[in-house]
């Protein structure tokens, strides 16, 4: 039974360390025009190195244990509440491990542009071949500019997401915690607690007091923390 994050008391969506001043009102403005009127566009799959698609501009990307949201995430951040085109293939499974290939969209606006990748999960359900496609697609892409790393917020960190962190340390990746599905009751109602519980997990993953920890909570259900994740991608791409 899911509920939507109450926002009557202004629930924290987002924590930042008290380095990272919050956006401003006209960066979250332009991160939402930027996404709303961005052509949008499904760049394709691919499942092995041969057939990663060259990509030529800064690249976001959304990684986390099978099942956790990321593609339903991603569909909330490109399309809203909008309906998704047919032609874009961007549905969230039932199934654990759904996604087998890597996807790629790319948001073209004048001035700016982006491509948002959807990994396949790892854990549970998940197969090797797709560990292997993400360790190729991790070494082959050199525009990584942030991978978010999804945590089902009612779920928390596990050992496997560590393991992708220290991957894209070892790599020199930037990554931030994003914690998903916070409209579940169980979430919801304690969004304070499992916020702070993210960002402390994120600071001892960083391994540095000062890290830019930064750490946000999103239902794409209930469409959620997305303006939050925009403005964050946002800021790091144009406005920082
Ligand atoms: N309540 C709730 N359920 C969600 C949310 N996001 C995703 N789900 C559900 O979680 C399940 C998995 O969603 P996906 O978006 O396919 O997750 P994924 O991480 O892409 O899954 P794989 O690609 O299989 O690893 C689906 O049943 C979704 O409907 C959310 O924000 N809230
Ligand atoms: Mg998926």
Not at 5 to 18: D, G, K, N, V
Not at 107 to 136: E, N
């Amino acid at each position: 039974m899911s509920a939507r994050i109450r926002t009557t008391t202004r629930r924290p969506l987002y924590a930042l360390r008290q380095h990272i001043l919050p956006p401003t009102p006209s960066q979250r403005s332009k991160a939402s025009w930027f996404f709303h009127t961005a052509e949008k566009k499904y760049v394709g799959a691919a499942s092995t190195a041969a057939e990663l698609p060259e990509i030529n501009v800064p690249q976001i990307v959304f990684i986390g244990r099978t099942n956790c949201g990321k593609t339903s995430l991603l569909r909330a951040l490109i399309y809203g509440t909008d309906n998704v085109p047919s032609t874009h293939i961007i549905r969230p499974s039932s199934t654990p491990g759904s996604t087998k290939d890597l996807r790629f969209y790319s948001l073209t606006a004048p001035q700016t542009q982006l491509v948002l990748t959807d990994l396949p999960g790892y854990g549970y359900g998940s197969s090797s071949a797709q560990g292997d496609a993400i360790t190729t697609f991790l070494d082959a892409s050199l525009n990584i500019r942030m991978v978010y790393v999804l945590i089902d917020a009612g779920v928390g960190v596990k050992p496997s997401d560590r393991r992708i962190v220290s991957m894209l340390d070892a790599r020199a990746i930037p990554w931030r915690l994003v914690g998903t599905k916070c409209d579940k009751r169980d979430v919801s109602k304690r969004a304070g607690t499992v916020l702070a519980g993210l960002l402390d997990a994120s600071a001892a993953m960083r391994n540095a007091p000062d890290g830019p920890d930064e750490v946000l909570l999103t239902s794409a259900t209930a469409a959620q923390g997305t303006n939050e994740l925009r403005t964050a991608m946002w800021r790091m791409l144009v406005d920082g």
